[in-house]
């Protein structure tokens, strides 16, 4: 294989002399190089994958950022547009040969692509502004087998963490993917989200109109996508979007038991009205599971008001060590609280340098790295899943905000546990969502115009 084969000459450059810390970094970058290679002829996942990697590139260094840049525009590029007798099959196959008679209009151009399928713009037969989201055909087939390549590939992150239980957190990871296949479930997902953020000032979630197979009807939404916002939005607009997404995942493990696991950039719009829309509920499961607020709060403790000893306690009894296995609980404490400095301050602002910082550390190739002799429950993989990405969009965004409050908001148990001294002289709040809430009652308006 050629990671065996990347070992060997590892080895012999170890005999030339070579320092082991650069052998295991040239490891470490040609495996990510064979990683991309092989994700670069995937199908089925492709976009997926390119919406998450998009995230991740940027908190990389660039030795390790260039083969991610490379496999993006061809992840990026793989999903060309589906035809128009396509489509038409396609929907016939989910709503029947008299489909149409559905809809007062339906556009066959693609008005924008999902991770699995594609959208197109259409009027409902009632008048509704919709939106038609369409698996690709053979899509479902493409995905296993990508999914049965991924399984057999997935041995190569043990370069990057060797104490990680990789299988189980591969087959986590296939399982959430398998289950962004299903329309019927995605369906369901967004009506629980629609019921509990109906009527709120901030957030809007659009109303499911129908699902018939692998066709997904939505309400449409008009706005500015975020993307567009990461790359020329002004700073209130920056700041007002990292916090509203902070606020749409957050507050839904208390609201409705549902984990948003996927805040890519790509499934959010700035309305007009200032609220901020949310699609695509594909990667959506029940939250949190038994065991998980006992987690966090140990862990937060720990961090914020504890020491090394009740961090290596707590990730012991919950999962994260191995039974038996001997690390640096001193090293752990080190390596995991500067990750926590967000929440230490009455404001904060998250940029791509701090996270490319925590990503560096974490991910040193040096033997002696002790969360490289971590693993990691399956069961936490949407989670991680969820707050890595938002963390991303958030670094890209370069939000500023009081993120702390805002947790302890929708979390209030973790209230005593993050309670830490601010720092000297703390900047009020960038951000306050409640006065802009209260501003526009004011005035009369339903939202804050896009600048």
């Known amino acids: 294989m050629a990671f065996a ?58 030795d390790l950022a260039e083969p991610y840049r490379i496999a993006l525009s061809r992840l990026q590029d793989a999903a060309p547009a589906m ?19 559905q809809f007062r209009e339906f556009d066959d151009r693609r008005a924008a692509s999902a991770s699995l399928g594609q959208v197109h713009r259409a009027v409902w037969h009632d008048g509704r502004p919709v939106a038609v989201k369409v698996m690709y055909p053979g899509g479902r087939q493409a995905v296993e087998r990508d999914l049965d390549h991924l399984r057999r590939i997935s041995y190569l992150a043990s370069v990057f963490l060797p104490g990680a239980d990789v299988k ?4 986590a990871i296939c399982a959430s993917v398998t289950g962004e296949l299903d329309y019927a479930a995605e369906a369901d ?29 939505s309400e449409w939404i008009d706005g500015t996508p975020v993307p567009r916002i990461v790359a020329s939005g002004t700073r209130a607009e920056r700041d007002r979007v990292g916090m509203l997404m902070v606020r749409f995942v957050t507050s839904g493990w208390g609201r409705h038991g549902l984990l948003y696991a996927d805040p890519h950039p790509g499934n959010f719009r700035l309305l007009p009205d200032g609220r901020l829309g949310v699609m695509d509920f594909g990667a959506c499961c029940a939250w949190p599971p038994a065991g998980f607020d006992e987690l966090t709060l140990d862990c937060c403790k720990a961090i914020f008001r504890g020491g090394p000893g009740d961090l290596a306690a707590a990730t012991r009894r919950h999962g994260f060590v191995e039974t038996g296995r001997a690390f640096d609980s001193e090293a752990l404490y080190a390596a995991i609280t500067p990750c926590g ?29 002790v969360i490289r002799q971590m693993t990691m429950p399956a069961y936490f993989t949407p989670f991680a899943r969820s707050f890595l990405t938002l963390v991303g969009v958030l670094g890209q965004l370069e939000t500023e905000g009081p993120f702390r409050d805002e947790i302890v908001r929708w979390l209030p ?3 005593e546990a993050l309670t830490v001294a601010d720092e000297p002289e703390a900047t009020p709040p960038t951000v306050d969502l409640a006065a802009v809430r209260r501003q526009r009652l004011d005035t009369g308006e339903r939202g804050l115009p896009i600048g």
């Open 413 to 415: 148990q973790l209230s």
């Open 5 to 62: 084969g990347r070992q060997a000459a590892g080895a012999g450059k170890r005999a030339l002399g070579r320092s082991a810390e650069e052998v295991n970094r040239d490891i470490q970058l040609r495996t990510a190089q064979h990683i991309f290679e092989v994700l670069g002829e995937l199908k089925g996942c492709a976009a997926k994958l390119g919406q998450l990697l998009a995230i991740y590139e940027l908190a990389l260094p660039p």
């Open 189 to 217: 997902h967004q009506r629980a989200f629609a019921a509990a953020y109906a009527g709120d000032p901030d957030l809007y979630v659009p109303d499911v109109v129908a699902q018939h197979g692998d066709v997904l009807i």
């Open 168 to 171: 189980s957190v591969t087959e």
């Open 83 to 101: 035809l128009p007798h396509t489509v038409h099959a396609a929907m016939a196959d989910s709503m029947g040969t008299q489909w149409r008679s």
């Open 341 to 369: 400095e967000p929440l230490r301050h009455t404001t904060y602002r998250l940029t791509t340098r701090w996270l490319r910082r925590q990503v560096l550390r974490t991910t040193n190739p040096r033997l002696t790295n």
